[in-house]
């Protein structure tokens, strides 16, 4: 699979918010996409994977001092942090974190990626397909309601539903 | 099938998707399984929610965004005080220090008013382009000096312009008793009439209780160096060079200051750019009577390559130079390169 574009210099960024910790920002919007999709599919809902996200990035924030660069990408000290939030909440919870390591075996990367890329993909939409999509799947709110929101009829939203879908998983296909 | 009908059969799967009551075992159609990712997206206002929460406490005194800078000027506004002492929690209110920064900067403002004080100054923005230049002129100058005390010089206002200065000012004077008690004063025009206080300082100055002279060189007042006062450099008084106030090179009279004809822009650091860096360099220069500027130094520095850049670019301006009695001279100018990420 073809990795998301990123910017290739992960290394002045870091030392610029290493100085700087506002400059900390950039390196947030290059990475939330990963962070997120790398805890969304172990979590068992949406709200439990934004609570571990954000302790995420509280953490690396915290400790970003303490980031010496060594030509591994910034996401792969990201990603280290969030196996180890995720296994300190499944140790609260009584799950097993092992589990985590083998899930990381058997393909987690591309998984990963490939939803990073959905959600890029779902901001790059036409304001009505986002839209309409945002609401029907994230917020699940039925046609009816979507429908009056927009002032459209059911019809309408249910092919913006269908042309929506459709753009997503072409643009998909073609970047896997 | 249809468009519509199509839609209309697509939803009623996405239904049954959204209860969780599709059929397991069975291979979802593309689009389906595209639908079922969707499901766990984030929110769509928690990226930049989480962002916010992140970055607050760097807000207050950095150079953010524009919401971020409201709020951290209200936040600021809430903890200084009010001249009614209200809110002096974090910093006591001194009404004395109100009264002195408000007839100062009344006075100020009114010279500033009458058009004795300043005079205006061209700018120039090349279109399309990311950043804009503006020059000093004539009316400009400044001065700055110092004895190397550990805090800034003490508020107050600066002495009274003259064509000669025999004593520069001081704040903490070394020797009370003189043999020969001479005013100190600034090198300016003395037509500018500043209000005259028997305490002597820098306008600008945040220190307000401690005396010094500040942390400059030269035996004077301020940050800067030579006789003068405030953070310059020379006997006169602000943040320019040689003498006079205001901030730029001095503009003696007769001397017509010279105008860039030629200035490409300057480009971006790469370094720079992809951190969003931004701000003005301050270049001190002098245009040579051929037009060509020479004896470049950054007065003002922003780092990340954007001093060079602007360096590089404005060596390679030309300009008509300054004449005075209509001869080409040099003439001493400041540069002010601003860069802007638009």
Known sequence: MKALEREPDDRMLIEAAQRERSHFAELYEQNFDRVYAFIARRAASREEAQDLTAEVFHQALASL???????????????????NVLATHWRRIGRDPEELSEDWEQGGTDEIERRAMLAELVEALLPDQRTVIIRRFIEQRSIRDVAQELGRSEGAIKQLQLRALENLREKLGVTL | MNRQAMAD??????????????????????????????????????????????????????????????????????????????????????HRSFLVSFVSHAALIALIASGIFVVRIPTIKPSGLTSELTYPLAGHGGGGSGDHSAVQATRGMPPKFSDQQLAPPVIVVRNPEPKLSIDATVLGPPA???????????????????????????????????????????????????????????????????????????????????????????????????????????????????????????????????????????????????????
């Open chain 2, 9 to 94: 059969e697509l939803d009623r799967r996405v239904e049954v998707l959204l209860a969780g009551t599709d059929p397991a075992g069975v291979e979802p159609e593309p689009l389906l399984a595209v639908a079922s990712e969707l499901g766990m997206l984030p929110a769509p206002k928690f990226k930049n929610r989480l962002k916010d929460e992140l970055m607050e406490p760097y807000r207050a005194f950095a150079p953010a965004g524009a919401s971020s800078e409201w709020a951290g000027a209200s936040t600021l506004a809430g903890m200084v005080p009010l001249f009614s002492g209200k809110r002096a929690g974090l910093f006591p209110a001194d």
């Open chain 1, 65 to 83: 001092q303490s980031f010496k660069w060594q030509g591994t990408p910034f996401i792969a000290w990201l990603y280290g942090i969030a196996a």
């Open chain 2, 192 to 342: 500018v009439k500043l209000p005259q206080s028997s305490h002597i300082g820098d306008l600008i100055s945040s220190n307000i209780v401690m005396p010094s002279n500040g942390t400059g060189v030269g035996g004077a007042a301020g940050e800067g160096s030579g006789n003068g006062l405030g953070r310059g450099n020379g006997s006169g008084y602000g943040s320019g060079f040689d003498r006079g106030t205001g901030g730029g090179p001095f503009s003696r009279a007769g001397i017509i200051a010279p105008r860039a004809i030629y200035d490409p822009e300057p480009e971006y650091s790469d370094e720079a750019r992809r951190v969003k860096h931004q701000g003005v360099v301050v270049l001190a220069l002098v245009v040579d009577p051929q037009g060509k500027a020479r004896d470049i130094r950054v007065a003002r520095s922003l780092g990340m390559g954007l001093d060079e850049k602007a360096i590089e670019a404005v060596r390679k301006w030309r300009f008509t130079p300054g004449t005075k009695d209509g001869t080409p001279v040099p003439v001493q100018v400041n540069i002010e390169v601003n860069f802007r990420l638009y």
